[in-house]
């Protein structure tokens, strides 16, 4: 039974899982899905980060550090732009002799006030690229989840993908030396 048109497709079905035992074979394997068969929706479990997975199997960079930056700026502009109006403009008290506003004492709060907003970007910002907190996932149906978290590495090619089928993409992945494939409900 051939699932590729989209009125076929099983609601029920969230995609296939595969198993490796070795790393290398993992990110040969999401080479060989994504570049050479054309699957684009693709993810991979590990028990730590393996170097050349997201290359592999096409996860673009992540936007986080232009929010980082961009939120550092501001971060910076807001404090310099306070210190400016307290001391230049609100409150114009010359003592001793200097000016209304200098930069030389302004660095540390300006500092400070940088990392502050380039902090909160930063959990905030993974928080909601990766969608967390998500206490349900559908590959935690998977049988053998387990050992995604000790010693093997999962790839998982999702049934939304418009060139998923079933019966030919685990055929695909055991023929790439997945130890274990399972179809996974949602």
Known sequence: ?????????DKTIYGVVAEFD????LVAAGRVVHHEHGYTK??????FPVHGIDDAIGVPRSILGYIIFCCGSIGFISVASLIY????ISYKLVIGG????????????????TILFSAFAAVFGMFAINKLPQFYHPVFN????????DDRYLLVVEASDPKFDIVDTQRLLESLGAKHTEVVEA
């Not at 200097?98 to 006030?113: C, N, Q, R, V």
């Open 85 to 88: 109006w307290a001391g230049g």
């Open 42 to 47: 693709l993810d991979a479990i590990s028990p």
């Open 142 to 149: 998977y049988e053998r989840f387990g050992v995604a978290t």
């Open 22 to 25: 070795q790393p290398s074979k």
């Open 98 to 113: 200097k000016p209304l506003f200098a930069w030389e004492p302004s660095i540390p709060p300006i500092f400070e006030g």
């Open 1 to 9: 039974m051939h699932t590729n048109t989209p009125e076929l497709r």
